[in-house]
């Protein structure tokens, strides 16, 4: 599951949507490494539609293009890093980060995972699958996810983060695919991206409230940092 911890008031809502235009302006510089133009660049055309829909302003967009293309004097360099390891109680965590400095970000995450356990490269990363995810939500009265999903060529599917949406998840290389076809099954494509599902989540019910709010504490502290993109987490809902 994305790890996701919602703002409450204005201020917070107001920062946490900052935040937002901060992520997706960073995976559209990575992704337009591969081409300035969305039309023939499938992965800069998803987090474009992405950031379309969350109004990010056209020239906040536009400059993160060229930036990421190399377009003039602001180009700037994003490395993907992914740091594994344990939160509170073991349970187990991957954080992707995109970052223009890794000795910055490094020593960042090592002090956060003081309250859990930093891993080696692979030491959770087996109790996770690589796949396609795509948050949708219907657009026609009735639309049938698991219809949908068979149609659209999903792996599977299950109720999404936000009320009323659905999860679809994807092999990797099917992402863009399914995405595309998702609109003539009834359901509107909100977001798509690549990221890690576990394969063993361990169950809420197992832990005390006192536990949960530790692991939640370790998690929001770790998604608080700028270099974060995403945390998945091996925690069921």
């Not at 790890?3 to 917070?12: I, S, V, Y």
Request: aromatic share 6%; glycine share 10%.
């Amino acid at each position: 599951m994305g790890a996701q911890w919602k703002a409450k008031g204005k201020a917070q809502v107001a920062d946490a949507r900052g935040k937002l235009f901060g992520k997706l302006a960073k995976e559209i510089m990575v992704a337009a490494r591969g081409g300035a133009d969305p039309a023939g660049n499938s992965r800069l055309r998803l987090v474009v539609e992405q950031a379309r829909k969350v109004s990010m302003p056209k020239d906040t967009l536009e400059r993160a293009i060229k930036k990421g293309a190399g377009i003039g004097d602001e180009a700037v360099q994003f490395e993907r890093v992914i740091y594994e390891g344990f939160a509170p109680h073991q349970v187990a965590v991957m954080v992707e980060c995109l970052t223009d400095n890794v000795n910055r970000t490094a020593p960042e995450m090592r002090v956060l995972f003081r309250k859990g356990q930093l891993g080696t490269s692979g030491s959770v990363a087996w109790d996770f699958n690589h796949v396609g995810m795509i948050e949708a939500e219907p657009s026609t009265p009735g639309a049938d996810p698991e219809l949908a999903a068979i149609e659209a060529g999903a792996q599977d599917f299950e109720a999404g983060d936000e009320e009323g949406t659905i999860t679809f998840w994807t092999d990797p290389t099917d992402l863009d695919l399914v995405s595309r076809a998702l609109p003539a099954q009834g359901f509107t494509v909100l977001s798509a991206k690549l990221g890690y599902k576990p394969k063993n989540p361990v169950n809420p019910a197992n832990l005390t409230a006192e536990q949960l709010e530790e692991v939640e504490s370790f998690l929001a502290a770790i998604d608080a940092n700028d270099d974060v993109q995403n945390v998945y987490v091996s925690l069921g809902s």
